[in-house]
């Protein structure tokens, strides 16, 4: 079905490049990816294929709700948007009529998150005025913490930003025989004594790090999990060539793990973690892990370091002295890096009346699966 402004299903032949429309596309992201959508069919979720225009797509995740028919989508960081080259018009527009659309197909409810700038002036209130409202974060951080790369720039120019505390804790790090090994299956094939080449199976590798990631969270106060389905995960993308898998060891001792994802113009952090005691053992391992991702971002030629977020709802705001995530906002501050802020979560409810019965036997179906 084609609506009259053009939006449709994707063919087939334009599901086979997919990826090149929503993941690597400025502004791109792997949640837009086949990959993702596989991973989220698995768990119950219908992906839909939509092709907003000549350029841009958009993966639309929806469930049905029990019993009353409709259901509800979520558009999982995106659509995707280029603040560079898009203004705050076209973007928003491109969301509204993906709305309009998918309210002509049955829908009741519909998610975004996708990554937009405050700093682009305009989108946050044209969805507004267009009947869309902010709603809590769907993803664990709503704002970022990025480091811009000049184009053709290399590791002294980068590094001369870098604080001379985090300098000389990589440096040490190095000294001390710590290596770094890169799971990866795509971009840069640079032989460069960077990363150490890995000598262990995927699976291992990838179930070590999700104990070590179960170990942090135990120590930081937060949950991780259900850890099969992020493993599944890792391994799809990883075969896909959207992650990237930095592990830091010692003698063959695991010290800590970085786990980043490539998209659009950016590598970005998604998950950092490491082994008790190992900040005061190995003081610098999360700076070199750091350090050398920035270095394949730099060698694949991105135009940004991505380090992540460190912000923490309900209000998301920039850390303060004081905050529980101050010394990891500092900590990634010092690589020269700068916060970002988003717009956030939006929806829009388009029949308000079945979205609310739609809640309501959604959570009476889990509860009679329980």
Same mark, same amino acid.
């Given at each position: 079905m084609t609506a009259p402004h053009g939006i449709r299903e994707a063919t087939p032949d334009e599901l086979e490049t997919w990826d090149r429309r929503t993941v690597h596309a400025p502004g791109g992201h792997v949640y837009q990816s086949r990959a993702w959508a596989e991973q989220r069919a698995k768990l119950g979720w219908t992906p839909r294929f939509v092709i907003l225009d000549e350029v841009h797509g958009a993966l639309v995740l929806t469930r049905p709700f029990p019993w009353i028919g409709g259901a509800s989508a979520y558009v999982p960081r995106g659509p995707i948007a280029d603040p560079a080259t898009g203004s705050a018009t076209t973007i928003a527009a491109r969301t509204i009529a993906l709305a309009a659309w998918l309210a002509g197909q049955g829908i009741d409810v519909v998610a975004t998150d996708a990554e937009i700038p405050t700093a682009l002036d305009g989108v946050g209130p044209?969805?507004?005025?267009?009947? $869309?409202?902010? +709603?809590?974060?769907?993803?664990?951080?709503?704002?970022? +913490?990025? @480091?811009?790369?000049?184009?053709? =720039?290399? #590791?002294?120019? *980068?590094?001369?930003?870098?604080?001379?505390?985090?300098?000389?804790?990589? #440096?040490?790090? &190095?000294?001390?025989?710590?290596?770094?090994?890169?799971?990866? =299956?795509?971009?840069? =094939?640079?032989?460069?004594? @960077?990363? &150490?080449?890995?000598?262990? #199976?995927?699976?291992?590798? @990838?179930?070590?790090?999700?104990?070590?990631? &179960?170990? =942090?969270?135990?120590?930081?106060?937060?949950?991780?999990?259900?850890?099969? *389905? $992020? +493993? #599944?995960?890792?391994?799809?993308?990883?075969?896909?060539?959207?992650?990237?898998?930095? &592990?830091?060891?010692?003698?063959?001792?695991?010290?800590?793990?970085? +786990?980043?994802?490539?998209?659009?113009?950016?590598?970005?952090? *998604?998950?950092?973690?490491?082994?008790?005691?190992i900040r005061d053992s190995h003081p610098g391992v999360m700076h070199l892990l750091r350090w050398r991702a920035i270095q394949l971002a730099i060698r694949e030629g991105r135009t940004e370091m991505d380090l992540g977020g460190v912000d923490i709802g309900p209000d998301h705001r920039e850390p303060v002295k004081g905050d529980p995530m101050a010394g990891l906002y500092e900590h990634k501050r010092s690589f020269g890096a700068s916060w970002v802020a988003m717009i956030g979560a939006h929806e829009q409810v388009m029949r308000p009346w079945r979205y609310a019965l739609g809640r309501v036997t959604t959570r009476v179906a889990r509860s009679a699966r329980r």
């Open positions: 044209a969805l507004r005025s267009a009947g $869309f409202h902010p +709603i809590p974060d769907i993803q664990p951080s709503r704002h970022r +913490i990025s @480091l811009g790369l000049a184009p053709d =720039t290399d #590791d002294a120019a *980068v590094r001369t930003g870098i604080a001379k505390s985090t300098r000389q804790r990589i #440096d040490a790090a &190095e000294r001390s025989g710590v290596v770094v090994r890169r799971h990866d =299956t795509s971009s840069w =094939t640079g032989d460069h004594p @960077l990363f &150490e080449r890995p000598d262990r #199976d995927l699976d291992g590798v @990838l179930g070590a790090f999700a104990t070590l990631l &179960e170990g =942090t969270g135990e120590r930081l106060g937060f949950r991780f999990g259900p850890r099969q *389905v $992020f +493993i #599944d995960w890792w391994r799809a993308a990883h075969a896909a060539g959207h992650l990237v898998y930095l &592990e830091a060891r010692d003698d063959g001792q695991l010290l800590g793990g970085l +786990i980043l994802y490539r998209h659009g113009n950016r590598l970005s952090t *998604v998950h950092s973690g490491d082994a008790p005691g």
